[in-house]
Antibody, heavy 120, light 108 residues
Framework: EVQLVESGGVVVQPGGSLRLSCAASGFTFDDYSMHWVRQAPGKGLEWVSVISRDGGRTYYADSVKGRFTISRDNRKNSLDLQMNSLRSEDTALYYCAKEGSSGWPTFDSWGQGTLVTVSS | SSELTQDPAVSVALGQTVRITCQGD??????ASWYQQKPGQAPVLVIY???KRPSGIPDRFSGSNSGNTASLTITGAQAEDEADYYC???????????FGGGTKLTVL
């Protein structure tokens, strides 16, 4: 059974930094690209970033480019999101998502999310 | 990056058929996936590659695509189908993912 467990979400002040993690199990981690998707309270889903299977390619939404960095450790089956220069509009539930067998943007497994609140 | 447009809300009588649509230029090049999200839960994939269902998804869910429009059809809607539904695809660059704004489905 695929499991994705996010952690690291806390309350942080504007301008601050935070690192989210996602622990993956139940599948061959380095066979799949991995994504972060977020959802602001009461709002829709917003894609944040993707990292390729070997970590060699990364892409970001315009709203986070230059502030967020996605990375992965295939030895530890883990995915990270380093978030810098946080803004109030970054407040959201952050989901880790696994691409489907037909490739992205099909996300066939999601974690339960970790809540990031940016507030003074 | 391109956008995907969904109707904010749709309603259907119990047991009837409902179609939820998703429009965007990138859908002419890339297929759409569909997700169901119930309150307090993570999204669940219900349709991918236009009309494929993951294991465990009832066959009352189906998908189609025509031009710049992708559709999710629920044939014989059940009370448990009441949820938010989101489409997604790649944008025109192929390097980003875009989601539709979501459709809140009410089963009457």
């Amino acid at each position: 059974e695929v499991q994705l467990v996010e952690s690291g979400g806390v309350v942080v002040q504007p301008g601050g930094s935070l690192r989210l993690s996602c622990a993956a199990s139940g599948f061959t981690f380095d066979d799949y690209s991995m994504h972060w998707v977020r959802q602001a309270p009461g709002k829709g889903l917003e894609w944040v970033s993707v990292i390729s299977r070997d970590g060699g390619r990364t892409y970001y939404a315009d709203s986070v480019k230059g502030r967020f960095t996605i990375s992965r450790d295939n030895r530890k089956n883990s995915l990270d999101l380093q978030m810098n220069s946080l803004r109030s509009e970054d407040t959201a539930l952050y989901y880790c998502a696994k691409e489907g067998s037909s490739g992205w943007p099909t996300f066939d497994s999601w974690g339960q999310g970790t809540l990031v609140t940016v507030s003074s | 990056s391109s956008e995907l447009t969904q109707d904010p809300a749709v309603s259907v009588a119990l047991g009837q058929t409902v179609r939820i649509t998703c429009q965007g230029d990138s859908l002419r090049s890339y297929s759409a996936s569909w997700y169901q999200q119930k309150p307090g839960q993570a999204p669940v994939l219900v349709i991918y590659d236009r009309n494929k269902r993951p294991s465990g998804i009832p066959d009352r869910f189906s998908g189609s695509n025509s031009g710049n429009t992708a559709s999710l059809t629920i044939t014989g809607a059940q009370a448990e189908d009441e949820a938010d539904y989101y489409c997604n695809s790649r944008d025109s660059s192929g390097k980003h993912v875009v989601f539709g704004g979501g459709t809140k489905l009410t089963v009457l």
